[in-house]
Nanobody, 121 residues
Framework: QVTLVESGGGLVQPGGSLRLSCAAS????????MRWYRQAPGKARELVAN????????NYGDSVKGRFTISRDNAKNMVYLQMNSLKPEDTAVYYC??????????????WGQGTQVTVSS
């Protein structure tokens, strides 16, 4: 059974930091690229950060570049999102996603249940 379980969300003041974690099981974690998405109320889901299967390559959405850092530990089947200099507009439910392309446009992906991050004074 595949599971992705996020943790680490909560309420933080503007300018503060949070570290999200995602524990993966039920699939070969080290062969999947991992992503963090977020979705704010009334808005579309947004890709926040992406890391390749080895951890050697990362990409970020423009709104979080320079503030957020994605990392992974393949020995522990974990992916992390370090969020610094948080802003009220970072408030959203954050989701962990595992993605693997099979061939051509075909892919397999898995989602966690999400963790709420609220940035407010």
């Amino acid at each position: 059974q595949v599971t992705l379980v996020e943790s680490g969300g909560g309420l933080v003041q503007p300018g503060g930091s949070l570290r999200l974690s995602c524990a993966a099981s039920g699939f070969i974690f080290s062969t999947y690229r991992m992503r963090w998405y977020r979705q704010a109320p009334g808005k579309a889901r947004e890709l926040v950060a992406n890391i390749d299967s080895t951890g050697g390559s990362t990409n970020y959405g423009d709104s979080v570049k320079g503030r957020f850092t994605i990392s992974r530990d393949n020995a522990k089947n974990m992916v992390y999102l370090q969020m610094n200099s948080l802003k009220p507009e970072d408030t959203a439910v954050y989701y962990c996603n595992a993605l693997q392309y099979i061939t051509g446009p075909y892919y397999v992906d898995y989602w966690g249940q999400g963790t709420q991050v609220t940035v407010s004074s």
